[in-house]
């Protein structure tokens, strides 16, 4: 078992920067991949970034050159560095982890989400 939780959303300008944090405890182990997903009214929760336990990142087309993924091992904390802010960024922002299965496939746990406004 996995338990993520968020934090760092808020209101900010167009613009503007904001750092989201993901602090993960459990069976932290066996996680192959962490990452951040969005979901704002009326649309469908997409990928943002996400980060690999070998090492290796994946961005949305949106995001890239705006948004960069990191990790830290000794605090199990991931982060999102959202520069350049745009109000269509605006959403809910979820922490999540996904772990291998030998049988079974992957897995993925879900912080509860942490709300980003980007205003005008």
């Known amino acids: 078992q996995v338990q993520l939780v968020e934090s760092g959303g808020g209101l900010v300008q167009a613009g503007g920067s904001l750092r989201l944090s993901c602090a993960a405890s459990?069976?932290?182990?066996?996680?192959?991949?962490m990452g951040w997903y969005r979901q704002a009214p009326g649309k469908q929760r997409e990928l943002v970034a996400a980060i690999a336990k070998v090492g290796n990142t994946n961005y949305a087309d949106s995001v890239k050159g705006r948004f960069a993924i990191s990790r830290d091992n000794v605090k199990n904390t991931i982060y999102l560095q959202m520069n350049s802010l745009k109000p269509e960024d605006t959403a809910v922002y979820y922490c999540?982890?996904?772990?291998?299965?030998?049988?079974?496939?992957?897995?993925?746990?879900w912080g509860q989400g942490t709300q980003v406004t980007v205003s005008s």
């Open positions: 459990g069976t932290i182990f066996t996680v192959s991949s």
């Open positions: 999540n982890a996904r772990v291998y299965r030998t049988v079974g496939g992957t897995y993925d746990y």
